[in-house]
């Protein structure tokens, strides 16, 4: 998953992990596509999901530090809701924000009051998310970390000087009930220039604008000799029944309050104040004196808008670009917190560098069974190790005997543990792989051109140049498409191929002579050993557990035999 923000809660800080993406069919085959559906409802946010845990990189030390923050938020829902929370006003305000909305026109001091409150709200929501991440009950290094990444954005935002500076700036539009303007003039009585005198939390009141007008004009005394305002100004709205020729023709030249360079005859209309909620005219008077403001002031806001907006992506755009990580792990501790109130049995899994053993598995069982079983006592789990010994197995036994729920299990303990979540298991412990590889077998319209045969082959020769001795190989049914001596003689070459490499292989198969064959196999290896693994059957019935011993070969062909009604028994006696 792309990380621009410097800090990841994927992967260690300082690290830079080599990853290798799942063929896109591995999800599917292994039943992860209907875990991945299951998590949210939300198609970008599945996405995401799936886009993490089919990202693979060998390296014990991220999937480490990714169990660590998931059992973190797993155990601590409180801390799960408070971040969602959090999420949802980050979210919400990127959506609606004013900080990167572009238009032709500069944004100018009414728009910036706007983003003092955004930026505020901005504030707030890091502020909690850092309180959040003290608690101390957090034990990840991702988390703790993440803390102080944040205290680190606070700092370098200067947060704590932002916040002085939004309260000396911060002026609320509600709270802006007027404008005084100064008007200067000529001899003429020609408005020259326009100049911003104050912006009131009050507005004026009511007064007769003529008889003021003229007693200011005809009396000397009440000149004033300087510019300064004595704070007794008032002023008179147009009667809209009155003066409704006025009204329209202020309305036709977008109803602002106007003030030209010129005198025209219409003058004395256009330098009144109107009524900005009469006919719908406030929204071009806010407009336009905007415009007035902007121009007067214009180097002040365009330095505060650069300084807000600076301020905005140091405090939100770094933050924001680790929410669909965050959330990755909120969805699935929901998930699996739930299958565990379910009373499915999940464990912490256990990373290490290669070893001998390279996978210790006790007490796992197929996800699937968990998320599709109501009652999760009937579900069997088992045991399995991978170790020089146990490098291949050739799994039979009878059908719908539990074979590919099984192989399908271990699949998932890799991907789910990589991913950095707990797994359905008693105990896991083992070396992460670079790749997982499945061979399940294929729809028929992708087998028109080469044959299912041949279709077989030419997958499973792709996945075997790509393996490494780190991967891991799930065959299902793999060259049974054809006759039994044409099937073995492929099969037997291919086991001993996956030998050479020391591929980690689970490869279940009706074909019971290849099992047979695993200890003559194993001899011809270079040191990686081949076993037969058997699903149990007790008493003639499944037992849905594996075993190390050698097939019981006339499990399939029973099956086959008693499905269509051709024993001996069923024929005879009709």
């Not at 100018?108 to 929501?125: A, N, P, Q, V």
């Not at 502020?127 to 988390?143: A, K, N, P, W, Y």
């Not at 003229?214 to 009667?239: N, V």
């Not at 499945?438 to 299912?452: I, N, Q, S, W, Y």
């Amino acid at each position: 998953m792309s990380q621009t923000t410097g800090f990841s809660l994927l992967h260690p800080a300082g690290t830079a992990p080599v990853y290798r993406s799942l063929p896109e069919h591995v999800m599917h085959d292994l039943g992860l596509d209907a875990f991945c559906q299951e998590l949210s409802g939300d198609s970008k946010e599945r996405r995401m999901i799936t886009n993490v845990l089919t990202q693979i990189t060998d390296d014990p030390h991220v999937a480490a530090y990714r169990q660590q923050i998931f059992g973190d938020i797993l155990r601590l829902p409180d801390l799960r809701e408070t971040m969602l929370e959090l999420f949802g006003k980050i979210q919400f305000m990127k959506d609606f924000s004013t900080m990167h909305k572009s238009s032709d026109e500069e944004p100018g001091l009414w728009h910036l009051f706007h983003r003092l409150d955004e930026l505020d709200s901005y504030i707030r929501t890091v502020e909690t998310m850092r309180e959040c991440l003290s608690d101390e009950r957090i034990q990840s290094e991702g988390l703790r970390s993440l803390r102080h990444y944040i205290t680190e954005l606070c700092e370098e935002a200067c947060f704590s000087d932002m916040k002085k500076d939004i309260a000396a700036l911060k002026m609320k539009a509600s709270d802006v009930q007027s404008v005084t303007l100064g008007i200067n003039v000529n001899e003429r009585f020609e408005a020259v220039s326009i100049g911003l005198v104050s912006v009131n939390k009050k507005p004026f009141r009511k007064s007769g604008i003529v008889s003021n007008f003229a007693d200011a004009i005809a009396s000397r005394d009440k000149l004033h000799e300087t510019s300064d305002w004595d704070g007794d100004m008032h002023y008179q709205l147009i009667d809209q029944e009155e003066k409704r020729g006025i009204i329209d023709y202020m309305k036709n030249e977008a109803g602002l309050l106007a003030v030209q360079s010129s005198f025209a005859t219409d003058a004395r209309a256009k330098s009144t104040i109107v009524n900005a909620m009469a006919d719908g005219a406030m929204e071009n008077t806010t407009f336009y004196l905007d415009n007035a403001v902007n121009k007067m002031l214009g180097s002040l806001v365009k330095k505060l808008r650069d300084t807000l907006t600076k301020y905005a992506n140091v405090a939100i755009v770094n933050i924001s670009g680790l929410v669909p990580e965050f959330v990755y792990y909120i969805r699935c501790a929901e998930f699996i917190g739930g299958l565990m109130e379910k009373g499915c049995v999940f464990c912490e899994a256990q990373p290490e560098a290669a070893s001998g053993t390279s996978m210790e598995a006790c007490g796992f069982y197929n996800l699937k069974l968990a998320m599709n079983r109501e009652h999760v006592s009937e579900i069997v789990p088992n045991d399995l190790t991978f170790d020089r010994e146990h490098t291949v197995y050739l799994l039979t036994g009878a059908n719908r005997g539990g074979k590919t729920t099984i192989t399908q299990a271990v699949g998932q303990l890799f991907v789910l543990a990589q991913g950095g979540l707990f797994v359905p298991a008693e105990h896991f412990r083992y070396v992460p792989c670079d790749c997982i590889f499945t061979h399940f077998p294929a729809d028929e319209d992708k087998t028109m051109d080469l044959g299912r045969l041949g279709e077989e082959c030419v997958r499973f020769r792709e996945m075997f140049s790509q393996a490494t001795d780190k991967s891991l190989l799930l065959l299902n049914e793999t060259f049974s498409t054809t006759s039994f001596e044409e099937g073995y003689y492929i099969a037997r070459d291919s086991v001993k191929a996956l030998l050479t490499k020391a591929v980690r292989t689970i490869y279940n198969t009706h074909m019971h002579k290849l099992g047979e064959d695993a200890a003559e196999l194993t001899r011809e290896s270079t040191g990686a050993g081949a076993a037969s693994l058997i699903m149990r059957t007790e008493e003639g019935k499944r037992s849905f557990k594996v075993a190390l011993a050698q097939p019981e070969g006339s499990s399939y062909a029973r099956d086959i035999a008693e499905k269509y009604g051709v024993t001996y028994e069923m024929l005879v006696n009709g």
